[in-house]
T-cell receptor, first 114, second 114 residues
Framework: SAVISQKPSRDICQRGTSLTIQCQVD?????MFWYRQQPGQSLTLIAT?????????ESGFVIDKFPISRPNLTFSTLTVSNMSPEDSSIYLC???????????FGPGTRLTVT | DAKTTQPPSMDCAEGRAANLPCNHS???????VYWYRQIHSQGPQYIIH???NNETNEMASLIITEDRKSSTLILPHATLRDTAVYYC???????????????FGQGTILTVHP
């Protein structure tokens, strides 16, 4: 299995500012994903971040709002830009790993925008 | 990916088996059934997955009907720590850009009582 850590675990930010969330994996993985979970809701995929290529965004998510970096096979960042209260969510990093191609999730970053 | 239908909530007594149903009547021949759970304030945890044969691991058993239109996740001896939201997801288990694109529904809230 893959062990994933995220920083920060939580943050309270002001409207109009930006926050960069870090995701670190304990092994090299090709495919890394970012999800969002709004309060009381299920998870929604934001984008797929593969090392060596541009991130692929899902419908409703754009690079200017959620820029992603993937500098190597164990690390990625997601930036939430120009935040508004509607961005208050849990942001989760995820990877595919293991012989059964299971998908693992990090503990999440709880973001509150005031 | 095929859509799934799960009951919004279920109760189970501690020590008893918890049987969580999932309907996926539009599943395609190359789509797998995955189960994840999310314990409060944590990232989703992979439980088990299967294609058409029943599967068992240290966490649970997965029973898939012969026509593959429904499945049941079985936690053989539920404990209080199994209280969580359980997600049933169907997905093509192939490579490419769609890999890892888990589409989460609302899941089933399982509450295990003492």
């Amino acid at each position: 299995s893959a062990v994933i850590s995220q920083k920060p675990s939580r943050d309270i930010c002001q409207r109009g500012t930006s926050l960069t969330i870090q995701c670190q994996v304990d092994s090299q993985v090709t495919m890394m994903f970012w999800y969002r979970q709004q309060p009381g809701q299920s998870l929604t995929l934001i984008a797929t971040a593969n090392q060596g290529s541009e991130a692929t965004y899902e419908s409703g998510f754009v690079i200017d709002k959620f820029p992603i970096s993937r500098p190597n096979l164990t690390f990625s960042t997601l930036t939430v830009s120009n935040m508004s209260p509607e961005d208050s969510s849990i942001y989760l990093c995820s990877v595919v790993s293991g012989r059964l191609w299971e998908q693992y999730f990090g503990p999440g970053t709880r973001l509150t925008v005031t | 990916d095929a859509k799934t239908t799960q009951p919004p909530s279920m109760d189970c007594a501690e020590g008893r088996a918890a049987n969580l149903p999932c309907n996926h009547s539009t599943i395609s021949g190359n789509e797998y059934v995955y189960w994840y759970r999310q314990i409060h304030s944590q990232g989703p945890q992979y439980i088990i997955h299967g294609l058409k044969n029943n599967e068992t691991n240290e966490m649970a058993s997965l029973i898939i009907t012969e026509d593959r239109k429904s499945s049941t996740l079985i936690l053989p001896h539920a404990t209080l720590r199994d209280t969580a939201v359980y997600y049933c997801i169907v997905r093509v288990n192939a490579g490419g850009t769609s890999y890892g694109k888990l589409t989460f529904g609302q899941g089933t809230i399982l509450t295990v009582h003492p």
